[in-house]
Every structure is written in structure tokens, then in C-alpha cells.
């Protein structure tokens, strides 16, 4: 398999390109981001684009990639602002759909979020892959990945030759992984707001990145759910890690945290402080039933987050990977460097 | 319910030979197994799936029992037509300003028979604060055939739905013990997909215990409720005190045999004609249990 992967830059790619490199039946690991790989990769070109993808279809003619890998959504509203948004979300996607479309591609695996169904008072306690989200986009974040959504189920219904997965990821947790809920729940108290008390669930990161190898690997073609099973009440999980709930005003909840992001102390998305409110749980069986096995529930998910949490606090990290452009080039493409 | 395979392209053995499938064994994130195969190992609190809590059901039971018992001074007949295992949709009448019906039903099915009982209901408190919360974690359920789908074939539960929904608690007094419309047979066709039976219950005393003597439409529509009620609980304990204190009328509730439907579970759909005719005779059989208990009643007080 000759793979093209976006967003290399995120924790993601950079683990699904890794655990890539180790898979026999791969032959070429192409990874495109506008931010470097956050690991060491041996075989694994990075390519430095734009952040709405506009050279990736030259990159998959040249390099006759047959599956593509698009993991550069962003799912966290604070990432960026409106307009880079919209364009690594929509024309990112666009671009991304046009490599897909004729040439060599077969595959399209794309990483979305359930974010797509939103989070409402009214919505099922549920959701199914088919199951209408109950209100109009609320935000840009949403709008953005629904309209991505779209073009990429357009491919996978006018394009038979390509075949198509999308996966709609709960929130991850994980130490690396930089999620929205694992920056709140590392915070030295964690908020939750008055009253409310919602239904959640998260997907540890080892099943994020297995999820997509997955698909990669195996044929599994539509629109699948993806998170730990069961639902867990927020109050719970912040009893799990062992932080104090600090409650926000029920009434102009977004207004009461913007001195935390203005102040540089936290910045809690506005998909986040929907979910604070109403929670949301997503129906994972159809992934299930086409064979995905998942290590971890919700529980183990947040019983491990709370793990990782106690070792940080006793134990610092090993250092940090840097990219160096020279390093890895020379590492990559010198003569002098060994390679089996 | 059937699984509407949403994108099929060509037979899967097509993309097989340029694709591969070895399945991967790899170290994908450097993990540590979950510490216990088992959740329950895991987790601090028991709120379930449905937001639902036992021990705030037993808390909550625990302070209802002596309106239970003392107030409303609940009777119940044909108690063993409710199963006690699998799923069943337990189908009752509907009536007072707010009503008394669901909390009695739950609370006595569930200490009669020590199961759970799913209230399945509109959700108008699921926005506001503590309310919302309290609501789910003692048993209430959005209803929508989804959630019942799930609760009665999934997981084989009780649940509880008033057909009615607010047409029944919104009732003029001089209109008690008159079953209004049950929707569109829904919940036959919830009962019928999920291949559980559909027990009905007649119950008398909840119209008393909350009655309606004047409703302001326009009041209602300024804060977007079904109905904004005048009770005659208000004359007797005040204006606010009225609004939540139910009068003491004696509860008698009978479960009928249950219904059970002689069509395959899990179709898509179900001949529209069949669930209406279902629907309404289960209405009717409500009905005249009501009438029933009715003429036996001497008085609303003490039965």
C-alpha cells in the first residue's frame, strides 16, 4: 500500500504513520501538515503544505498514492480562528476529496468528530450513524465539519471506485493528545456548570489511532462511530482524576469563561461547554459488527487518563520530540545512514 | 433495528488484491491494558447508560414512600401481569395538573418487584439546572422510539409511557377519567419493533389529586409550557404551595394482561391500520377498567 496521510503534524498522524511504518503490507508513508511530525519517523516523508491542503493533489499524482488517510479535521474551536477553520476544514476537505477523485486513489479513510450530531436538550440519548442531528450548526466548528461531511459522502456515493470510510471520533483522552477534555481535566480544578450534570464519553487514544489503522487495513467501507463503550456523568469523571468541580453560571456560561482565555489560563471551547451541558453519547455497534474490537470503554478510558495523571505528578515526562528539517532529512536521504 | 447499509460500493473482494488485509498487531500508542475487564470494577458512582441512579432511586424512594403509602394510600390489583424479567412497556392513563400517576407507578413496581421502571416523558426540565438532573437520575427517559427502542429491546427493561403525554394532564376537571387520543400508536409500534408486550394500567385517583379548574392559554404560550394550570390545590394550600402539593385522594390501580402482537419483531415499519387499531383498543381497555374502578369507587378520598 502506498498511503498519504494528513494532518502528520497532530499526535494523531504522527501515531498512525508510525504504527504504519511497521506494517509489512506498507510500502510508502507519505505524511502533508502545515506543523511538523510530533515523533520520530524512519520512513515516513513529511511534506510542509499549507493548512488547506491546495498542493495535495499533486502529491498524490506524483507520488501514486492508492489510500488517503485525512486526519487534519480540526475538531477543537480553539485551535484556530474562524477562517483558518473553514479552510482546513472545508477546503482542506475539498482538496483532499478532489485527490481522492479519479487517479490512482482506492481508499479514503477520513477522521471526523460527533461533534457532527451536536449537542442539544432535545437530542436521543443516542446517536446511530444515521441519526439526524436535531438542530441547525450551532457554530463554525460544526457548520464546517458537516459541510465536510458532505463532500466527502458525495465521493463515496458518486465515486465507486474509491472506497470510503468516515469516522466520527468521541472526544480522546490522553496525555498527548491535547483534546479539549484532556486540557480541562489537567486544570487545577476542573469546571462544571450549575445544575448540570451530563451523560459523557471519551475514547482512549490507543483506540483513536487503532481505529483508523482499521480502516486502513481491512475493507470497511461507510459512516461509522467511534468511542468507548458507555456513558459516564461528568461529576464522576472528575472524581475519577481527583479534581475539585468548580461550578459556572448556567446563564451566559461562554461570557463567564472568556476572562480565563483572554488571561491566557484556559481556553474551554464553546462544543466543550455544550457538552458540559447536555453531554451527548454515540452508538458504536456498526463499527463494532464490522469486526473493530476496543480496548478500552469509557470508564477504562477515563480510569486510565486518571493514571496517567497520577504518574505525571510524581514522575516528569520524557523530553520531547523536536522536528529538525536537516536532521531528518539527512536521517531520510543520506548515503551514509544504514538502512535495512 | 435493521442497519441501512448507508455506502456500498463494489463487491469488497474488488479492492482487496491493491489494498491487503493483514490485521495489526503493532504498539500503536504505548498502553497499559484497561486495569479491570469489567466497569462496574471501575466506575465511582452507578449512574447508568440513562443518567439513571439506584441509590438516588433508593433515596428517592425512601422519601416517597409515606406520600405512598399514607397520602395516596396506594392499592394495586393484577400486580403479577407485569413481568419479571424482559422487557414490557407498562401504558397507563394520565391526569392532575402534575401528575401523581409516574411516581406512584414507579414506585410501586419497583418495590413490589424490585426492578427498574424507565419513566419514559417529554423532557421540558432537561435545560433547566438541578431539575433536569435529578429528573434523570431518578429514572426519567426523553421519550423518543430510539430511547424505547433501546431500553425495551437492547436491554430488556420496564419502561412507563403515558400515551396521552399532556393532553391528559392538561384536562379540564369536568373532563376526568376521560382518555384523551393516544397519539399516533407510537408506542404500539415501538412495542411491536422491540417484540415486547404492552402492559396496560387503569388508575384512579391521580385526577383528584391535582385538579385543573382553570388553564390561561396565554400564559402558557408567554412561557411556552403545555398548559399554565389553576388548581384547586391552590385554594386549599396557596398559590405556590398548590402548585406542587398534591390533594389526598385514594390510589387504586389495576394491571390488566398484557398484549402481546402477533407480527416479526424489528421491522422497519408496521401496517399503519394494524398499530392504530392496537392502539386504540388498548385505549379502550384502559377506559373501561377506569369506568370500571370507578363504580366501585364510594368516595375520592377514601376509595
Not at chain 1, 58 to 87: C, K
Not at chain 2, 15 to 37: I, K, N, Q, R, Y
Not at chain 2, 94 to 107: E, L, R
Request: one cysteine or more.
Amino acid at each position: 500500500m502506498r498511503i498519504l496521510v494528513t494532518g502528520l503534524g497532530s499526535y494523531l498522524g504522527s501515531r498512525v504513520a508510525r504504527a504504519l511504518e511497521q506494517e509489512p503490507s506498507v510500502e510508502v508513508v507519505v505524511g502533508v501538515d502545515a506543523d511538523e511530525p510530533r515523533l520520530p519517523l524512519t520512513t515516513t516523508e513529511f511534506v510542509r503544505v499549507d493548512s488547506s491542503y491546495s498542493i495535495v493533489q499533486r502529491i498524490a499524482a506524483a507520488t501514486r498514492v492508492d489510500t488517503i488517510l485525512h486526519l487534519g479535521a480540526i475538531t477543537d474551536s480553539t485551535e484556530v480562528g474562524r477562517r483558518a477553520l473553514h479552510e482546513t476544514n472545508v477546503i482542506g476537505t475539498a482538496n483532499v476529496v478532489a485527490a481522492a477523485a479519479g487517479g490512482t486513489v482506492r481508499k479514503l479513510v477520513v477522521k471526523s468528530s460527533a461533534h457532527i450530531y451536536g449537542s442539544s436538550f432535545d437530542d436521543p440519548y443516542w446517536f446511530r450513524e444515521d441519526t439526524p442531528r436535531k438542530r441547525p450548526p450551532e457554530d463554525g466548528l460544526e457548520r464546517s465539519l458537516l459541510e465536510s461531511d458532505d463532500m466527502v459522502r458525495e465521493l463515496a456515493e458518486d465515486d465507486r471506485r474509491v472506497m470510503v470510510t468516515r469516522l466520527r471520533y468521541a472526544d480522546v483522552l490522553g496525555g498527548e493528545v491535547g483534546s479539549p477534555f484532556s486540557r480541562v481535566l489537567q486544570l487545577p480544578v476542573v469546571p462544571e456548570i450549575l445544575g448540570f450534570d451530563p451523560r459523557l464519553q471519551f475514547l482512549h487514544e490507543h483506540d483513536a489511532v487503532a481505529a483508523i489503522i482499521f480502516a486502513t487495513l481491512n475493507q470497511v467501507p461507510g459512516v461509522f462511530n467511534v468511542a468507548g463503550a458507555g456513558v459516564m456523568p461528568w461529576s464522576e469523571v472528575c472524581a475519577a482524576v481527583g479534581k475539585r468541580r468548580v461550578p459556572l453560571p448556567p446563564l451566559l456560561t461562554a461570557s463567564a469563561v472568556e476572562p480565563l482565555r483572554r488571561l491566557r489560563i484556559a481556553a474551554i471551547p464553546k462544543e466543550t461547554l455544550r457538552l458540559l451541558r447536555y453531554g451527548r453519547a454515540i452508538d458504536t455497534s456498526r463499527y463494532q459488527r464490522a469486526g473493530f474490537r476496543f480496548t478500552h470503554t469509557t470508564a477504562s478510558a477515563v480510569d486510565a487518563f486518571a493514571q496517567l495523571l497520577r504518574l505525571r505528578s510524581s514522575a516528569s515526562d520524557a523530553t520531547e520530540y523536536r522536528y529538525e528539517h536537516d536532521v531528518e532529512t539527512f536521517l531520510h536521504h543520506s548515503p551514509s545512514v544504514v538502512r535495512d | 433495528m435493521a442497519d441501512a447499509p448507508t455506502e456500498t460500493g463494489p463487491p469488497v473482494d474488488a479492492w482487496a488484491d491493491v489494498l491487503g488485509t493483514s490485521p495489526t498487531g503493532g504498539d500503536l500508542v504505548p498502553v497499559a491494558p484497561p486495569s479491570s475487564a469489567d466497569d462496574r470494577e471501575l466506575r465511582l458512582g452507578d449512574v447508568d447508560g440513562w443518567g439513571r441512579s439506584e441509590r438516588m432511586r433508593a433515596l428517592a424512594r425512601r422519601l416517597y414512600d409515606p406520600v405512598y403509602r399514607h397520602w395516596f394510600r396506594v392499592e394495586w390489583e393484577g400486580l403479577e401481569h407485569i413481568p419479571r424479567e424482559g422487557g414490557a412497556l407498562l401504558v397507563a392513563n394520565h391526569g392532575g395538573a402534575i401528575p401523581s400517576d409516574a411516581p406512584v407507578i414507579m414506585h410501586g413496581v419497583e418495590s413490589e418487584l424490585g426492578r427498574p421502571v424507565y419513566g419514559l416523558a417529554d423532557n421540558l426540565f432537561r435545560s433547566v439546572p438541578v431539575l433536569g438532573t435529578l429528573w434523570s437520575r431518578t429514572g426519567g427517559v426523553p421519550a423518543s422510539p430510539d430511547n424505547a427502542y433501546r431500553l425495551l429491546h437492547d436491554e430488556q427493561q420496564l419502561a412507563l409511557v403515558f400515551p396521552e403525554g399532556t393532553k391528559g394532564t392538561g384536562k379540564h376537571v369536568r373532563d376526568r377519567y376521560q382518555l384523551q387520543r393516544f397519539g399516533r400508536g407510537g408506542f404500539v409500534e415501538i412495542a411491536m419493533r422491540a417484540g415486547v408486550p404492552i402492559v396496560p394500567i387503569a388508575i384512579v385517583g391521580n385526577e383528584e389529586a391535582m385538579p385543573i379548574v382553570w388553564k390561561s392559554p396565554a400564559l402558557a404560550r408567554l412561557l411556552s409550557v403545555p398548559y399554565f394550570p389553576v388548581t384547586a390545590n391552590q385554594f386549599v394550600f396557596g398559590p405556590v404551595l398548590g402548585l406542587v402539593v398534591p390533594l389526598p385522594s385514594k390510589f387504586r390501580l389495576r394491571v390488566l394482561a398484557p398484549v402481546t402482537f402477533d407480527v416479526a419483531s424489528n421491522q422497519e415499519r408496521y401496517n399503519r391500520s394494524l398499530v392504530l387499531e392496537h392502539a386504540e383498543a388498548i385505549r379502550a381497555s384502559i377506559q373501561e377498567e377506569v369506568r370500571d374502578l370507578l363504580r366501585h369507587r364510594r368516595s375520592v378520598w377514601f376509595g
